[in-house]
Nanobody, 129 residues
Framework: QVQLVESGGGLVQAGGSLRLSCAAS????????MGWFRRAPGKEGEFVAA????????YCADSVKGRFTISRDNAKNTMYLQMNSLKPEDTAVYYC??????????????????????WGQGTQVTVSS
């Protein structure tokens, strides 16, 4: 079983950048499609981005498209989320987890479909205006 630890969050001004990391333990990380979710205070979880096992296929939600980039380094058992042009509405706790390998399932409903039981401790991102 893969264990995941998120890091890289922090406080940043609007327009700034952060890079989140998701470090995985275990030798099977490269077998999984992975994704990032976020939960803002008082809101439901939101699916942010996904990447297939090789890194050759990615998806970003419309709310972050053009600003966020998802990537992975299987040799380092790590996935990343580069966040640029941050907005106050990006403020949330960000979580990483495995996602279904079928890209057709990567969409706005995925957070509801998967639920949050597999989410770890997350990393807080706060964007000030």
């Amino acid at each position: 079983q893969v264990q995941l630890v998120e890091s890289g969050g922090g406080l940043v001004q609007a327009g700034g950048s952060l890079r989140l990391s998701c470090a995985a333990s275990g030798r099977t990380f490269s077998m999984y499609a992975m994704g990032w979710f976020r939960r803002a205070p008082g809101k439901e979880g939101e699916f942010v981005a996904a990447i297939n096992w090789s890194g050759g296929g990615t998806y970003c939600a419309d709310s972050v498209k053009g600003r966020f980039t998802i990537s992975r380094d299987n040799a380092k058992n790590t996935m990343y989320l580069q966040m640029n042009s941050l907005k106050p509405e990006d403020t949330a706790v960000y979580y990483c987890t495995a996602v279904p390998p079928d890209p057709l399932q990567w969409g706005p409903d995925l957070a509801t479909t998967l639920g949050s039981d597999s989410w770890g401790q997350g990393t807080q991102v706060t964007v000030s205006s």
